[in-house]
């Protein structure tokens, strides 16, 4: 038995340049992932003469007995085939496991065998089928893209794409994305179109998520900074009603924070987020002394839990603590609590 090809989707157009493996199967809960691992596959076929592509949609056990017939027949027209199943579980069934079995050890040098399924449990790993595949095939697995590695794959993209992104325009667009690689990648398209040359920046990213009416989000890191407690929060305030995310929100928050943080803690590396804020984060210093950054921090983080629905609660309410917070003043009052 020759040593079990595992491929990523990162090495996968490596692989296919130097082979063409008679089977593949790929799994993974990632459709962007998923769908270009097997467009990768199914082109670099048609390069090697596989002209003809059966599709079978295994819904149900005697789905399978179209899989077993396709197996025993030659194809229509004498000529190479691509024969693609797609499957709603990883989980084969006795009929299914069987049906694959077979055709993966029968080695048709006319057919190519693309198995499409959702992420392998243990179990499915383990069995014959699986095992059968990875004796005679290749196995492209498509893992997700954790929150500490989007801003590095959006990164990537964009450079495909032909385009480089400042790094703010990677964090709020990861932050906006975190969890939905096919809506990442349909940001970055329309990024493309809407940058002014060829560098996304945050502007740009901000132009395509809000219309005029949502800049406000610019004006509302400005009041916390300066300390505009009633005005922040009437901002907030428009901008839940206007439906503006509120991902934006938050981030437009901590980046407040992250100034003030930079500023107060000597850390010059790294300006503020908008040059016109240098006014008010001069406002900001002053009360610096005053804000406990590790409760503003734990509270950032709360309202990031809210909008993801990690933590219940309101996501909004939560934003407005902050911001009070932010502007050393509590959005709402403290009551005093008697016998």
């Not at 693609?84 to 077979?102: D, F, N, Q, W, Y």
């Amino acid at each position: 038995m020759r040593d079990i090809v595992k491929v990523t989707t990162d090495s996968l157009a490596t692989h296919l340049t130097e082979r063409l493996a008679p089977a593949y199967l790929v799994s993974g809960d990632e459709p962007l992932l998923t769908g270009e691992a097997a467009d990768a596959i199914r082109a670099s076929a048609r390069v090697a003469g596989f002209t003809e592509r059966e599709v079978h949609f295994i819904e149900r056990p005697a789905d399978w007995d179209d899989v077993r017939a396709s197996g025993a027949n030659m194809s229509l027209f004498g000529s190479r085939r691509v024969v693609e199943i797609r499957m709603r579980s990883g989980k084969a069934g006795v009929a299914g496991g069987a049906a694959l079995t077979a055709l993966l050890k029968a080695k048709d040098a006319d057919t190519l065998y693309l198995i499409l399924t959702p992420r392998l449990d243990r179990d499915a790993q383990g069995s014959e089928w699986v095992r059968a595949l990875e004796a005679n095939g290749a196995w492209v697995q498509a893992w997700p893209v954790d929150a500490q590695r989007l801003v590095g794959w959006l990164k990537g993209r964009a450079r495909k794409l032909g385009m480089e992104a400042s790094e703010d325009a990677l964090q709020l667009l990861a932050s906006r994305t975190e969890g939905n690689l096919l809506a990442a990648h349909q940001e970055l398209a329309k990024l493309v179109l809407l940058a002014d040359g060829n560098r996304i920046t945050l502007e740009t990213v901000l132009a395509s998520v809000a219309d005029s009416a949502r800049y406000d989000v610019f004006q509302l890191g400005d009041s916390v900074l300066a300390g505009e407690a009633p005005r922040a929060l009437r901002m907030l305030a428009g901008l839940r009603a206007e439906g503006t995310e509120p991902t934006l929100v938050l981030w437009a928050l901590t980046k407040a924070l992250r100034d003030v943080w930079n500023s107060q803690s000597g850390d010059t590396s790294r300006p503020p987020a908008w040059k016109r804020q240098s006014a008010a984060l001069a406002q900001a210093q002053r009360r610096a002394p005053r804000l406990a950054f590790g409760s503003l921090t734990r509270r950032a983080s709360r309202a990031d839990r809210m909008i993801k629905g990690r933590l219940p609660g309101d996501a909004w309410d939560e934003l407005a603590l902050l911001a009070g917070d932010l502007c050393a003043q509590p959005a709402m009052p403290r009551l005093k609590v008697g016998r």
